[in-house]
């Protein structure tokens, strides 16, 4: 497996507070990877750390397997959307993101086009010469989001992408970044489980600035062996539902809400009777999704219980 | 791509969005501003002192000021009393061949340079990594690079001021003084805007040297003031101190602050100005890369 970054065991502190803690990640090359944690999980640190805005104190970091960040040896292919950070107030939108693509080497020729195109991505091309004191939050949050994607870098880092954006900017954003799966690697930290989802298709998650968890988004998920209900409250007889999946194991919410199945073997199969059972049962079926959300397998891996249906 | 193109796009940017910063622009303004005011008020000096002298003389005034000065200006005894203020002839007879307009032009832009830089300067550059816009530009290019950038686009800035100052000073100077010989004038001011920019190179040096251990504008804005001001007492104190034996040790402070090399900056001695300048532009770039030696290791 190709890996576009490989941290092993990064540590950083600030002062005495040890932000990243041995942390371990590694990212493969094409890939959509998000990078969940709570509030001072060390997530931005890593980002950090990885475009050189940050100095390690220890540890191998390994970008695009070219050793660590170096402005000359990876200029152009590794960018990042930093969490607070904010353009130059008098700068124009057009301007800016010009600087930055000369700066990373894209041919003059080329800029105004890429510009363009990607401003007109994120619905800013009538924007393009205004001055980014003028633009919103979200306008300028855009405007960063863009100039991530300048010259079509190997490896793109956004902290928080989505914060700022309204929903539909931000399911605009999500298709955008969806589109450059396989293209480029796309690293995503965020607190928004959903969204992470929704769009990664692999994922760690880092506490007290170390790895609790990194797999596939089923592989962490449970898409192949767990399957979830969520039903109208009614009352019905679990028993019955377990004498028919005599090897699986079932779990309801207490008020009857929810169901949870672990099963072995083919989900079709297993839906079909479970399905069959709930309709004579006579109980109304809202939702059916396979997995664990992803917010229960967080939850679960720092170590908070998760009830079901909760 | 090389370091000398990275930083060539950096100062290029720099300069751009700094003419259009409030901060930048009111600087400007005010310095030439403060230029063209000298000039007028020397005029008006003038006029009122000829005016005087040709009523004491019972005579008809002139027009137009600045045929006394000139008289005055070329007259031995007037050239006897400033080489015994200056305390250096050879210095004295080079002030002697500049003219007037332009020594008093040239004074304002030497005195009020470093103020200029230093209200602008380490602002802009602070501001920068205090917002956080420079996390956009550190994975793109050297941090090398974007020092060197600042300091080249904040130069290029002084530059636009000076030209600016020039303009505006000439242009009173001619509507006031009809029978100035403008070519020379211009020609002196230039020149003395020129040797301003190399005095002022220094202090950009020093205002982002500065800026660069800080995140706020204000912050950096004072402690640029306060080092400008705590340089400008230590000038004094080597001028009166220095001597032989230990208070030797006041020369060789003078040599690594800019008031130490602005005299030789004033002279038309090829070897003074040249060492002027060579040291001005070398103490520049050493407090800058003071900064550079925390900034390359600092988180931003």
């Not at chain 1, 009777?273 to 396979?290: A, C």
């Not at chain 2, 307009?101 to 103020?115: D, E, N, Q, S």
Request: proline content about 5%.
């Amino acid at each position: 497996m190709n890996l576009a970054l490989e941290l092993t065991g990064v540590t950083k502190s600030y002062g005495r507070r040890k932000a990243l803690d041995g942390l371990n990640l590694r990212v493969p090359a094409g890939s959509l990877f998000g990078l969940v944690g709570s509030n001072g999980a060390g997530k931005t640190t890593a980002m950090s750390v990885v475009s050189g805005i940050v100095q390690p104190d220890g540890g191998v970091v390994d970008l695009l397997e070219s050793g660590a960040f170096d402005p000359v040896r990876h200029a152009g292919r590794v960018t990042v959307l930093p969490q607070d950070a904010l353009l130059p107030r008098e700068s124009r939108v057009r301007e800016i993101l010009g600087f930055y693509a000369e700066l990373q080497g894209v041919p003059p020729a080329d800029i105004g086009p890429m510009v363009g195109r990607l401003l007109q991505t994120v619905h800013l091309a009538d924007r393009a010469d205004s001055a980014i004191r003028t633009l919103s939050h979200g306008m300028a949050r855009r405007v960063t989001l863009v100039q991530a994607f300048l010259g079509d870098p190997d490896l793109v880092l956004l902290d928080e992408p989505m914060s700022g954006l309204d929903p539909r900017e931000a399911q605009n954003a999500r298709h955008f970044l969806a589109s450059r799966r396989a293209g480029q690697t796309v690293v995503i930290s965020s607190h928004n489980l959903h969204e992470i989802e929704r769009m990664c298709d692999r994922v760690a998650v880092v506490e007290k600035g170390r790895t609790l968890l990194q797999d596939t988004m089923d592989g962490i998920t449970g898409r192949r062996h767990v399957i979830r209900y969520r039903l109208m409250p009614a009352s019905w007889d679990l028993a019955k539902l377990e004498a028919r999946l005599p090897d699986m194991i079932l779990e309801r919410s207490p008020s009857g809400d929810a169901l949870e199945c672990r099963y072995r073997g083919d989900l079709a199969t297993v839906n079909a009777v479970i399905l069959g059972f709930l309709l004579e049962s006579k109980v109304g079926v809202l939702q059916v999704y396979p997995g664990d959300e992803l917010e229960h397998a967080y939850l679960n891996s720092t170590g908070v219980p998760v009830q079901p249906g909760a | 791509m090389p370091w000398w193109k990275q930083t060539w796009i950096v100062a290029r940017h720099e300069l751009s969005d700094a003419v259009r910063s409030r901060r930048a622009a009111v600087m400007m303004v005010l310095y030439v501003a403060g230029a063209v005011t000298s000039i007028n008020g020397f005029i008006n000096v003038l006029q009122k002192l000829e005016l005087q002298i040709a009523q004491t003389l019972g005579v008809e005034a002139l027009s137009s000021a600045g045929a006394v000065t000139d008289t005055l200006w070329k007259s031995r005894p007037f050239r006897n009393m400033l080489m015994s203020l200056v305390g250096d002839r050879s210095v004295a007879m080079d002030l002697l061949s500049i003219p007037p307009i332009a020594l008093i032009y040239g004074w304002v832009a030497f005195t009020f340079v470093p103020m200029l830089v230093m209200l602008v300067t380490p602002a802009r550059v602070a501001e920068e990594i205090g917002s956080g816009a420079v996390r956009f530009v550190v994975p793109r290019c050297t941090r090398s690079a974007w020092c060197a950038g600042k300091v080249a686009g904040q130069s290029a800035l002084v530059i636009l001021a000076l030209i600016l100052s020039v303009a505006g000073a000439w242009t009173v100077a001619r509507l006031r003084l009809p029978g100035m010989d403008g070519w020379a004038v211009a020609q002196a001011m230039m020149m003395l805007a020129g040797k301003t920019w190399i005095y002022a190179f220094a202090f950009v040096g020093l205002a982002v040297g500065i800026a660069q251990f800080h995140r706020s504008p204000n912050q950096a804005t004072a402690l640029g003031f306060i080092a400008w001001m705590v340089l400008g007492i230590v000038g004094i104190m080597c001028h009166f101190y220095a001597g032989p034996g230990i208070r030797q040790i006041w020369l060789v402070i003078e040599l690594i602050i800019p008031q130490g090399h602005r005299m030789d900056l004033w002279r038309m001695d090829g070897a003074y100005l040249l060492s002027g300048c060579a040291f001005l532009a070398s103490l520049g770039m050493c407090y800058a890369a003071v900064g550079y030696a925390y900034f390359s290791r600092r988180d931003v």
